[in-house]
C-alpha cells in the first residue's frame, strides 16, 4: 500500500494540475508540461483540504481520486472519439532542452536519495514540531476532517498544526496515510518528495524568469548543494516554499497566456493559507517582484496586481477569517503563536556574522541550517559585486530578473538581521535562511555566467575556472550538506537514554497500528511517543485523557475494564510519571497491584518504562 499512496499522490497532482490548465497556453515541451501540471496541482490539492472540509465533505482518498481524474478522463474520452490522441515522441529525443530537465531529474533524484537516507537513518522522527505534526496527520487519516469536535482550546493543545493553525500540511500527509500502514514512513517520504519536487519546480521557474536555461540549470544546482536550504526536517514550512516555485511560475506564464492568472490565484491562495509567517514573506517578494516589473515596463501591471489581491481575498474568505470568527482573537492568536515574542531567534538571541554566511560546519541546525560554505559565498558576493556595477547596462526588460534578485537577496538578508532593525515585529529571523539560498543561488548563477563571458573576451578557456570551481563548490557547500542530512538527528521526546530503548523495544516487538495507551501522558508527550512509534492511542478521547490524569487513584478493576472498553491491547508507564507529579512510591505501588491482579501481564520493563499487556 505505500507504491500505491505515492502512485496516488502524483496522480492527484497531475490530475489537479492538469485539470485547472485546460484552457491556458502551456509549454510545448513535454517535460515542462507535464512537471508544471504537479506544481499547480499541488497548490490545488492544497486548497482542497481546505474548502472541501468547511462544506464537511470527508477528506477521504477516494474522493480526492475521483475529483482528480474528472477532467482528465473526460478529456481522454473525447479525445478518442475524435481520434486525436497523439503520442509525443519528442520527450524522447536528444535535444538541449531535454537534455538539461534530465540533467535537473538525475540531481534531484540524488537529492531525493540523500534526504531518504537521512530521515531513515533513525527510527523514529526528531523534535517536537515533527511529533506534533503526527499527531494532526494521525487525526486527518483517522476523522477525515481537520475540525474539531469539542473544546476546542483543549484540543488545539493536542494538535498545534491543527486549526486554527493552517491545516493544509498535516491534512495532505493524513490523506496520504490513509493508505498506508506506517504514518512515520508516510510522512518522512512525502515530506521528502515535496522538498524534492520544490527543486525541480524552482528550475523551470528560473528557466522563464531568467529566459535563461543554464543559468536556471546551475542556480538549481547550487540550490540542491546550499546548506541553507530546505533540510528534511518535517515541518509546514516545507510545502508552503515549495509552492513559492510554481506560484512565481504561473507568474511568469501570464506574459505568455493571461489565463494563467487563475492558476496564479489559485497557488498564492495555497501559499497564503499554508504556512503564517512564509506567507508574509512570500507577500513581500512578490510586491518586489510586481514594482520592479511595473517600473521597467513603465505601466501599471493589472494582471499582476489582481492576481496578488485576489489570491489575498480568497485567503482571507477560504480561511481566515471563518476560523477566526470560529475562535475568537484569543484562541487564535494562541494557536498561531503571535505573542509579542515571536520571532525571538533559536540562536537565543546572537546575531548572524560572517562566519555564519561562510560556515560550512558538519554540525548545524536539524529545522533550518545555517551557512552557505565559504567558496559559495564568496561566489555569491563577488557575483553581487559584478552585478550591482553592472546594473545599468542590465537595466532592460530582458535582465529584470537580476535587479529583483538583488533586491529579494536584500530582503532575505535583512530578514536574518531582523532582531537588529526596530521593528514592531519579527518573523522568525533563523528561518530566513531557506530564504536567502533563494536569491543567492541565482546572483551566484548569473556571476558565474559573466566570468565565463569574460573568460571567453580574454580567449581563455572557462573550464581552467569552472571546473575547480565545481569542485570547491562540492567540497566546502554539498558534502557538509550531505553531512548534516543523513547524520542521525536526536530524538528530543525521551527523557533519557533508556526511556528510548524500551519505546524502541515496543516499535520492534509489538505489532504495527496495536492499540497502547501511556497511563501517564506527560501534558501529552506520551501519546506523542505512541503516535510516532507507528502506535495507535486516541489521544482526542478527552474522556480518557481526563480518567488518565487521575490514574493512581483508581482502583486497577476500574482501570482495566475503562481501557479494554475502548479497544486499547497494551498499555505503559513511563518516567513521565515521575516528572507529571506521581509519588514513585505510589506509581510502583499501582504497577505491582496491576501485575497482581492477572488482568495486566508485564511484557518489558526498565528505569525507563514498564510495558504491560491488557489480558
Same mark, same amino acid.
Given at each position: ?389 553592472? !546594473?545599468? @547596462? ?7 530578473? #537580476? +535587479? /529583483?534578485? &538583488?533586491?529579494? *537577496? %536584500?530582503? $532575505? ?40 563571458? !569574460?573568460? @571567453? ?7 581552467? #575556472? +569552472? /571546473?575547480? &570551481?565545481?569542485? *570547491? %563548490?562540492? $567540497? ?53 511517543? /505512541? ?85
Amino acid at each position: 500500500m505505500s507504491l500505491f499512496s505515492i502512485i496516488l499522490f502524483f496522480v492527484y497532482l497531475w490530475g489537479f494540475g492538469f485539470s485547472v490548465t485546460r484552457f491556458v497556453k502551456h509549454s510545448e515541451n513535454f517535460w515542462e508540461r507535464n512537471i508544471m501540471y504537479l506544481g499547480v496541482g499541488l497548490g490545488v490539492y492544497s486548497l482542497l483540504v481546505i474548502i472541501l472540509n468547511w462544506i464537511h465533505v470527508p477528506l477521504n482518498w477516494f474522493i480526492f481520486l475521483i475529483l482528480s481524474l474528472i477532467v482528465p478522463v473526460v478529456y481522454l474520452v473525447k479525445s478518442l472519439k475524435k481520434e486525436e490522441i497523439n503520442f509525443d515522441t519528442k520527450m524522447f529525443k536528444l535535444t538541449k532542452s531535454n537534455l538539461r530537465v534530465w540533467v535537473l531529474l538525475v540531481l534531484a533524484f540524488v537529492l531525493f536519495l540523500v534526504y531518504v537516507k537521512g530521515s531513515f537513518s533513525y527510527p523514529w522522527v526528531e523534535d517536537g514540531d515533527p511529533f506534533e505534526h503526527l499527531l494532526g496527520i494521525e487525526y486527518v487519516a483517522e476523522k477525515q476532517t481537520w475540525f474539531f469536535e469539542d473544546n476546542v482550546l483543549e484540543k488545539r493543545s493536542l494538535m498545534h498544526y491543527l486549526e486554527p493553525y493552517p491545516p493544509t500540511y498535516d491534512a495532505i500527509i493524513g490523506i496520504q496515510h490513509q493508505v498506508t500502514n506506517s504514518i512515520v514512513w508516510t510522512t518522512k517520504i512525502f515530506n521528502v518528495f515535496l522538498i524534492t519536487l520544490g527543486h525541480i519546480f524552482f528550475y523551470f521557474f528560473l528557466a522563464r524568469f531568467m529566459e535563461n536555461k543554464n543559468k536556471a540549470l546551475f542556480a538549481s544546482f547550487l540550490l540542491i548543494i546550499i546548506p541553507c536550504f530546505l533540510s528534511h526536517f518535517i515541518w509546514s514550512s516545507t510545502l508552503a516554499i515549495t509552492l513559492f516555485f510554481p506560484a512565481f511560475y504561473c507568474l511568469e506564464m501570464i506574459k505568455k497566456d493571461k489565463k494563467w492568472m487563475y492558476p496564479s490565484i489559485a497557488l498564492i491562495t495555497a501559499i497564503m493559507i499554508a504556512q503564517p509567517t512564509n506567507n508574509v514573506i512570500f507577500g513581500i517578494m512578490f510586491g518586489i517582484y510586481w514594482i520592479v516589473k511595473s517600473i521597467y515596463e513603465k505601466k501599471f501591471l493589472v494582471p499582476e496586481f489582481l492576481v496578488g489581491v485576489v489570491g489575498l481575498i480568497a485567503s482571507l474568505i477560504i480561511y481566515w477569517i471563518p476560523i477566526l470568527l470560529r475562535f475568537g482573537w484569543e484562541k487564535f492568536k494562541i494557536g498561531l503563536v503571535i505573542v509579542p515574542s515571536i520571532g525571538l531567534d533559536v540562536n537565543e538571541g546572537n546575531f548572524y556574522g560572517l562566519s555564519d554566511f561562510m560556515s560550512s560546519a558538519l554540525n548545524n541546525k536539524i529545522d533550518n541550517p545555517i551557512g552557505l560554505g565559504i567558496v559559495l559565498f564568496l561566489l555569491v558576493v563577488v557575483s553581487a559585486i559584478i552585478a550591482l556595477v553592472r !546594473l545599468k @547596462k542590465l537595466a532592460s526588460k530582458k535582465n529584470l530578473w #537580476v +535587479t /529583483i534578485t &538583488l533586491l529579494w *537577496l %536584500l530582503f $532575505a538578508f535583512l530578514g536574518l538581521h531582523q532582531a537588529r532593525l526596530p521593528l514592531p515585529f519579527t518573523l522568525f529571523a533563523y528561518r530566513f535562511w531557506a530564504i536567502f539560498a533563494i536569491p543567492a543561488v541565482m546572483i551566484a548563477a548569473e556571476g558565474v555566467s559573466q566570468i565565463i563571458q !569574460l573568460c @571567453k573576451k580574454l580567449k581563455f578557456s572557462h573550464y581552467f #575556472v +569552472t /571546473i575547480p &570551481l565545481f569542485v *570547491l %563548490l562540492l $567540497a566546502t557547500s554539498a558534502y557538509p550538506k550531505y553531512s548534516v542530512q543523513t547524520a542521525m538527528w536526536p530524538a528530543h521526546a525521551y527523557g533519557s537514554v533508556e526511556e528510548m530503548m524500551s519505546y524502541e523495544w515496543v516499535r520492534n516487538s509489538i505489532p504495527q497500528n496495536s492499540y497502547v495507551i501511556p497511563l501517564c501522558n506527560d501534558n501529552d508527550w506520551s501519546d506523542r511517543k /505512541i503516535i510516532g512509534l507507528d502506535m495507535m492511542v486516541e489521544f482526542w478521547d478527552l474522556d480518557l485523557r481526563d480518567f488518565r490524569r487521575g490514574w493512581v487513584n483508581k482502583s486497577t478493576d476500574e482501570i482495566h475494564t475503562r481501557l479494554k472498553e475502548k479497544g486499547y491491547e497494551f498499555t505503559t508507564i513511563d518516567s513521565s510519571c515521575v516528572t507529571q507529579g506521581y509519588d514513585p512510591e505510589e506509581v510502583q505501588k499501582k504497577a505491582e497491584e496491576m501485575i497482581g491482579t492477572g488482568k495486566f501481564q508485564l511484557i518489558h520493563q526498565n528505569t525507563g518504562l514498564l510495558v504491560f499487556k491488557i489480558i
